[in-house]
């Protein structure tokens, strides 16, 4: 008698229960619109993955690294989609530029298969040169143009935030490379940033260039971009922002040096891009 007693009570509370439907709320996303906002992806940036085909698809499909799209070498004509544009690949590592740090959360990495700087010259003692980096394949580059002006148009990317793994990381990684044809990819598909000669020219001026101190030079460089400390000489983390410069925008002169046509560009790009977002 007790047990159906207990039965009948639970019964009535059951009932009870699903009687009160929960209210559902609606979500409106029309009427407030909010200014304060931007896109996920701000940056592109570009690698190489210093390995063979085989190697490098092994380890972007490792829980170790990633990127979202990958480019071949050899006669495969395809652009592989590893990670959805809209998720976070991890490719970038600690990086800055533009006074935004860890860049994975708002870029877009593209890796290309290059092996980078051969065996032999992987232990020089001071920063590689031009010629020891591999050239690119003619179909990766037209891969690598295609994917890059459909990404910045899609995505409304500025030229300046379309960057090498170096420029965002100069004491750690030197991809894609003096190699990497940036002025082409300019040049021919509308993509990244590039000085204007006749500006180029203008600064290359000896008596202008000698009067001008370290820390203003340092200024120009933090202008730019690249993440730079503020001591008042060229020490080896200074250096490196100067190389991965030069990698990019002087890579037959990429020493580690500030020189005159080093400074003359990075003056031209300034004019160019400096007020641009």
């Known amino acids: 008698m007790k047990k159906n007693f207990y039965m009948i009570i639970m ?8 009687s009160t439907r929960e209210k559902i709320y609606e979500i409106d996303d029309k009427k407030y619109i909010a200014k304060g906002k931007n896109e996920r992806i701000q940056f592109i940036i570009i690698h190489y993955t210093a390995g063979a085909n085989e190697v490098s698809v092994k380890e972007l499909m490792s829980e170790r690294a990633s990127s979202h799209y990958l480019i071949l070498s050899g006669e495969d004509e395809k652009i592989y989609n590893l990670v959805p544009d809209n998720e976070r690949a991890w490719h970038a590592g600690i990086s800055s530029f533009r006074g935004r740090s860890n860049l994975n959360d708002t870029s877009i ?27 690119y394949e003619k179909m990766q580059i037209e891969k690598v143009g295609q994917l890059v002006r459909n990404l910045s148009v899609k995505y409304k990317i500025p030229a300046r935030n379309i960057l090498a793994h170096s420029d965002i990381a100069p004491s750690r990684k030197k991809d894609p490379g003096a190699k990497f044809p ?9 993509v990244g940033a590039w000085y204007d000669e006749e500006d180029k020219e203008l600064y290359m001026n000896y ?27 060229w020490d080896k983390a200074s250096k490196d922002v ?26 031209a790009l300034n ?5 641009k977002k």
Request: aromatic fraction near 16%; glycine fraction near 6%.
């Open 11 to 18: 019964l009535l509370l059951f009932i009870g229960c699903s």
């Open 109 to 135: 990495g593209i890796e290309i298969v290059n092996e980078g700087i051969p065996p032999k010259y992987r232990d020089y003692p001071t920063y590689n040169l031009y010629d020891h980096y591999i050239e």
């Open 182 to 190: 940036w002025k082409l990819l300019h040049d021919k598909y509308g």
């Open 207 to 233: 008596e202008e260039y000698s009067k001008r101190t370290i820390i203003e030079i340092k200024k120009e460089l933090k202008d730019y971009g690249y993440e730079i400390n503020e001591t008042n000489e």
């Open 242 to 267: 100067i190389y991965a410069f030069q990698l990019h925008f002087n890579p037959k002169n990429s020493s580690g040096e500030m020189d005159l046509e080093t400074y003359a560009i990075l003056k």
């Open 271 to 275: 004019k160019k891009y400096l007020h």
